[in-house]
């Protein structure tokens, strides 16, 4: 079946600019994490949904950042006035159900450059 | 705040040598440990878990890890490697809270590159 997704790819955009992130999770998994990878952070958790709500969103750097999820599927990650230190690997993560004894299943991610 | 560390950021074998990455963690409490691993081109995908019984854990492609809690810590080895294991390698953890939940986001450790010379 097919796995988890993530689109665009690959996204480049000017400072100030607002970007969208896209995530489609694994067909049934009502758990979906979003997770940012960049140099000198590592692999940092951003927001986790459960359904269409997020009980955690503690990860989220600052109020530039939102997420929401729809239908119990789709997700997407918005960016608002993107700055430099925006840029990164956001990876996009679904599972069965999010109670820590379910494997995680991660997309390709989307490699945003902001310049 | 629960945190991972990885002793090493780079690690360089010939294939056949034996492999052993540390992963030490920060957290009272309960937790599950996992081991992901990121091939050149891939996904993050899950190698082994370790939830509660018996410590010593094994994964796919021959990899285990051994919990040992008096320590936090929560090593991964494989016997020998082979070219095809160049990678890099997360240690990650999720914490349980009171009630006995998790929401299950993952903590990581900052990552190990193993390169696997033929």
């Known amino acids: 079946g097919a796995g988890v997704s993530q689109s665009p790819s690959n996204k480049v955009t000017e400072k100030g600019k607002d970007v969208e992130l896209r995530c489609d999770p694994i067909s049934g998994h009502t758990a979906l994490y979003w997770y940012r990878q960049s140099l000198g952070q590592g692999l940092e958790f951003l927001i986790y949904?459960?359904?269409?709500?997020?009980?955690?969103k503690s990860g989220l750097p600052s109020d530039r950042f939102s997420a929401e999820r729809t239908g119990g599927s789709v997700s997407t990650l918005t960016i608002q006035r993107t700055q430099q230190e925006d840029s990164a690997v956001y990876l996009c993560?679904?599972?069965?159900?999010?109670?820590?004894?379910?494997?995680?299943?991660f997309g390709p991610g989307t490699r945003l450059t902001v310049l | 705040a629960q945190s991972v560390s990885q002793h090493n950021h780079h690690v360089i074998l010939s294939e056949a040598a034996s492999l052993e990455l540390g992963c030490n963690y920060s957290y009272g409490g309960t937790v599950n440990l996992f081991w992901y691993v990121q091939y050149p081109g891939q996904h993050l995908q899950l190698l082994l878990k370790?939830?509660?019984?018996?410590?010593l854990v094994k994964g796919i492609k021959g990899f285990e890890a051994e919990f040992i809690k008096s320590k936090f810590s929560f090593n991964l080895r494989k016997p020998s490697v082979q070219w095809s294991d160049t990678a890099e390698y997360f240690c990650?953890?999720?914490?349980?809270?009171?009630?006995?939940?998790?929401?299950?986001?993952?903590?990581f450790g900052q990552g190990t590159i193993l390169t696997v010379h033929p």
């Open positions: 993560a679904s599972s069965l159900v999010g109670t820590g004894y379910n494997e995680q299943f």
């Open positions: 949904f459960q359904g269409n709500s997020a009980p955690d």
């Open positions: 990650a953890v999720t914490t349980l809270g009171a009630g006995g939940t998790s929401y299950g986001k993952l903590t």
């Open positions: 370790y939830f509660s019984g018996d410590p």
